[in-house]
């Protein structure tokens, strides 16, 4: 996933040929408004749409229904700026915002928005509980210790910012299948997994077209390729996936095709 600049700067169009060059499960732009999703052209990667302005918001439905956006995220700061919003302890300044992209989503048939960013990077409080909530999941392998974009860096020698396919694997089973999150999280969770899009050549290739799959996918340096997430069958019995890739040379390609054959393997397996 890669963020371009805005449409009408000086870099658009350079940023445009950068990306054509690279495989890309979705390109993020900012500014978003119906125009400026139409300079990207009919062709590639799914678009995340920002809405950070106040003509963006005014137009997220038009902006929503664009062939290529897969979904929006509400950016809220640069919004914020613009209508001179004083930040508040209760977010209420963003309700009106955040109910807008949530309705004109769904009125596009498009999968629910991404929310604001949470711009405290440094919240070491928030880097805390994140780990306190996976140790509860009963998972004491998954491990959370540095800020992005540093975590992402996915050396091989590493045990930071680590899981195992058996610990994450049995975490989404805990968050999807069991009752680690109230009902209405749950679902909503789920709901999320089953509209990504991002494994069309990995889980999803590889597996029946009459399976069910709710998944998230991950990749990084050092060929980094993960698919993770839950398998319904045709009569509903649930199977959780775990693949996780890693090669040696830190430019290798991300191998798609190895985890949709794992998956068909299963599949196959299972059958």
Request: proline residues 6%; without cysteine; aromatic residues 6%.
């Amino acid at each position: 996933m890669v963020r371009v600049n805005g449409a009408g700067t000086q870099w658009f169009d350079d940023d445009l040929a950068a990306a054509g060059e690279l495989e890309l499960e979705a390109l993020v732009l900012p500014k978003a408004t119906p125009d400026s999703v139409a300079e990207l052209g009919s062709s590639g990667p799914p678009v995340i749409a920002i809405v950070e302005t106040a003509q963006g918001l005014r137009l997220a439905y038009e902006t929503a229904s664009s062939p290529r956006v897969e979904a929006l995220l509400l950016g809220a700061a640069d919004l914020g700026a613009e209508l001179g919003w004083e930040p508040r302890p209760d977010g209420l300044e963003l309700l009106y915002a955040r109910s807008k992209v949530v309705a004109d989503s769904a009125a596009a048939r498009i999968r629910g928005p991404f929310d604001v960013v949470h711009l405290d990077t440094r919240d070491d409080a928030g880097l805390e509980a994140a780990a306190r909530f996976a140790r509860s999941l009963g998972d004491p392998v998954t491990r959370l210790d540095r800020w992005e974009t540093d975590l992402n860096s996915a050396d091989p020698w590493r045990i930071t910012d680590t899981t195992t396919p058996r610990a994450i694997g049995r975490t989404y089973a805990r968050l999807v299948l069991g009752d680690a999150l109230n009902r209405p999280d749950r679902e909503l969770l789920t709901h999320w997994l089953l509209n990504n899009t991002t494994s069309a050549n990995r889980f999803r290739l590889g597996l029946p077209e009459t399976w069910t799959v709710a998944d998230k996918t991950g990749g990084g340096s050092y060929g980094a390729n993960n698919d993770v997430g839950i398998a319904w069958t045709p009569d509903g019995t649930p199977i959780v996936l775990a693949v996780q890739v890693t090669k040696p040379d830190q430019d290798a390609e991300l191998d798609h095709p190895l985890i949709a054959d794992t998956a068909a393997l299963l599949a196959e397996t299972l059958a």
